[in-house]
């Protein structure tokens, strides 16, 4: 079994930053495919945002590229989003999924809310 925990979600003004956690634990890490992060806003559907797979190569939302940066400390089990240039239209719950062991692996979510 693995389990997620997220941290580090908020309440922030408009042009601040958010830097998201996200703390595998449970199992090896040997066979995971990816770790991304996901959001959802009220009445919308889940989106990705960003991903990170085992290789190091990351993906980007169009909405996010050049703002968002995620990555991972291999050492303490933990993938990373650092957010920048906030945006109201950011404001959402922001969900850890974990690709391995043939399934995917979801977190509680974290608040991240951006007032204008």
């Known amino acids: 079994q693995v389990q997620l925990v997220e941290s580090g979600g908020g309440l922030v003004q408009a042009g601040g930053s958010l830097r998201l956690s996200c703390v595998a634990s449970?199992?090896?890490?040997?066979?995971?495919?990816?770790i991304g992060w996901y959001r959802q806003a009220p009445g919308k559907q889940r989106e990705l945002v960003a991903r990170?797979?085992?290789?190091?190569?990351?993906y980007y939302a169009d909405s996010v590229e050049g703002r968002f940066t995620i990555s991972r400390d291999k050492v303490k089990n933990t993938v990373y989003l650092q957010m920048n240039s906030l945006k109201p239209e950011d404001t959402a719950v922001y969900y850890c999924?974990?690709?391995?062991?043939?399934?995917?692996?979801w977190g509680q979510g974290t608040q991240v809310t951006v007032s204008s």
């Open positions: 449970g199992r090896s890490t040997f066979s995971i495919n990816a």
């Open positions: 990170i797979t085992s290789g190091g190569s990351t």
């Open positions: 999924d974990l690709e391995g062991y043939g399934r995917d692996y």
